[in-house]
């Protein structure tokens, strides 16, 4: 072969490396667009034929450290729960804290006595596993109790949620059941709806999903209902080596055979972070909790098993395309920027493809999910719109219809086609997905001064909640990676569900 | 605990049903979505033409 022809393998071969680089971008769209694609036949996969009325005798469980402002009425409403009496015991577990947590709950176990108990750690801030292992275990040295809700301080349960629940583990093969967690502040600001947007995607939708495919990511730590069997059948305790103490549950129960399942209309409640660094601080944990989790089921990765469906393919391309969905969008951009040098024509085919795919699948996603939960729907509208982001928004609308941008920008401005001006939009397009995750770091590391506070919101939607999420992502891989410290940090709650 | 009366059990199964009922409301919502979706593409081609 003459050196030409060399060349000319070497530039094909290198093109096909770049177009597997670029190819990768497309997992994480493809993986929305598959649990999207398989949530409506959770119409006939679901669990709603092997259930069945049945109340058996349930003792809740409630982490407390400093809950004085939520904690009253969160046992109230549990109080009023529509479940019998008798089958109903309420065990706050007092994690030493120093407000009035102890006196309401001691109010609260006067008044109710056998219903309400107080239990106190006097040595506590261990984190929230610790806190429920002190309840877990008192619980279980009885024989009182038939199944154990284990849940957060501050959530509101529907008045049916509980009976809605219980009736799932009339069917002995179920180990553990979740509700549909709701953003449920009364006064949302725009972080709030953003999350009870993503809540609709990330539990109505996916969780519904995962119910199909046979395999649950996460029953939510705020609603975890287990049977006894199957909280003995774990070791009898939370495991505290995670930060993502709830998924860890999900997995072990798993991996013993017993189904999980999600109850979409048992409803509960909870106030989530208002502010960026306060929803990245909870978001930290749970992504740090997550990169834990898939070290230590490490062998457990694409290796189908009988007993359980979490090594199958399906739910593997799930969650390492949430995982690794920071990786997979700078991989993509390293290879549109390194083809835009060598075959541009084929960069921008290949940058139109992926955006074209992303426009469908993000306008599909989110016009079923809106319809998931049409009141928190119509309340995050404008996040809807705007949750990939409206540089991203913008993208799309260009590769959808590529003489937008010179009708709208490059011609009345006098930018010609070969110019450098064209070459920077080029380059800023290709590289949006990492430029948005650094847009959204900033987003945060103004938040904290008095302009930036004014500037956030808006420069949230231009960014994106979904680069937000990706930023907090990456930042889990460092920590994990430097080994920082892995504290249990708390989310403050106010009781804004209550109004 | 007191054992559910029988007319909680019935209202129990009602329940169930209903909800596994509401299930099927996902078929038309993810159709709905996927003509949108589609038509647009339709609209696209056609100023595109």
């Known amino acids: ?499 | 605990m007191s054992d559910p009366t029988r007319a909680e059990v019935v209202a129990g199964q009602r329940e169930i049903r209903e909800d596994a009922r509401r299930e099927w409301r996902l078929v038309p919502k993810a159709l709905l979505a996927l003509v949108i979706v589609v038509a647009i593409a339709v609209v696209r081609e056609l100023l595109l033409r």
């Open chain 1, 1 to 499: 072969m003459s050196v030409a022809d060399w060349l000319a393998v070497l530039d094909t071969v290198l093109t096909v490396v770049l177009l597997l680089l670029v190819l990768i971008g497309f997992v994480p769209v493809l993986a929305t667009a598959f649990q999207f694609l398989v949530l409506p036949f959770h119409a006939v996969v679901n669990h709603y034929r092997r259930a069945a009325p049945y109340w058996p005798r349930v003792a809740v469980i409630v982490p407390a450290w400093n809950e004085g402002l939520v904690i009253g009425r969160s046992i109230d409403r549990l109080l009023a729960l529509d479940y019998p009496e008798d089958a109903l015991r309420i065990v706050v577990v007092d994690d030493a804290s120093t407000d009035d947590t102890p006196q309401v709950v001691l109010e609260r176990a006067a008044a109710h006595p056998g219903r309400v108990v107080h239990l106190r750690r006097e040595q506590g801030g261990e984190g929230k596993a610790h806190t429920l292992n002190h309840g877990i275990a008192r619980v279980l040295a009885e024989p009182w109790a038939e199944a154990i809700l284990i849940m957060d301080a501050d959530v509101v349960f529907a008045a049916d949620s509980l009976r809605k629940m219980t009736r799932h583990l009339a069917d002995p093969r179920v180990g553990a059941v979740t509700a549909y967690i709701a953003e449920g502040s009364r006064d949302r600001n725009h972080v709030t709806r953003f999350i009870a947007l993503e809540y609709i995607m990330a539990q109505l939708a996916a969780r519904r999903a995962q119910t199909v495919l046979g395999a649950i990511a996460c029953l939510a730590g705020g609603a975890q209902l287990h049977s006894r069997t199957n909280l003995e059948a774990i070791g009898g305790r939370i495991p505290t080596g995670t930060l993502a103490e709830d998924t860890m549950t999900t997995f072990e129960s798993q991996l013993q055979g017993r189904r999980m399942v999600f109850e979409p209309h048992a409803v509960v409640l909870a106030e989530e972070p208002r502010t960026i660094d306060a929803l990245w601080r909870q978001r930290l944990r749970w992504a740090r909790g997550n990169v834990q989790v898939t070290r230590h089921f490490s062998k457990m990765w694409f290796r189908p098993s009988r007993t359980h469906r979490l090594g199958s393919l399906s739910f593997g391309l799930i969650w390492f395309s949430i995982l690794l969905l920071p990786v997979m969008m700078i991989a993509a951009s390293v290879g549109l920027l390194l083809l835009l040098l060598v075959h541009g024509e084929i960069a921008d085919l290949a940058f139109r493809l992926m955006w074209i795919l992303a426009a469908c699948v993000y306008i599909f996603s989110v016009l079923v999910s809106v319809q998931l939960d049409p009141r928190n729907g119509a309340r995050s509208w404008l996040e809807a719109l705007l949750f990939p982001g409206l540089g991203s928004m913008l993208l799309m609308a260009v590769a959808i219809f590529p003489q937008l941008l010179d009708l709208i920008f490059f011609e009345p401005l006098g930018i010609a086609p070969d110019s450098a001006g064209r070459l920077a939009w080029l380059i800023a397009a290709y590289v949006w997905g990492p430029l948005s995750m650094l847009g959204a770091w900033l987003v945060r590391a103004l938040e904290r001064t008095a302009v930036g506070r004014v500037l956030s919101p808006p420069l949230l939607y231009l960014f994106g909640y979904g680069s937000l999420l990706c930023a907090i992502t990456v930042d889990s891989y460092f920590k994990e990676w430097r080994r920082a410290d892995a504290r249990w940090e708390k989310t403050e709650k106010v009781g804004r569900v209550f109004g």
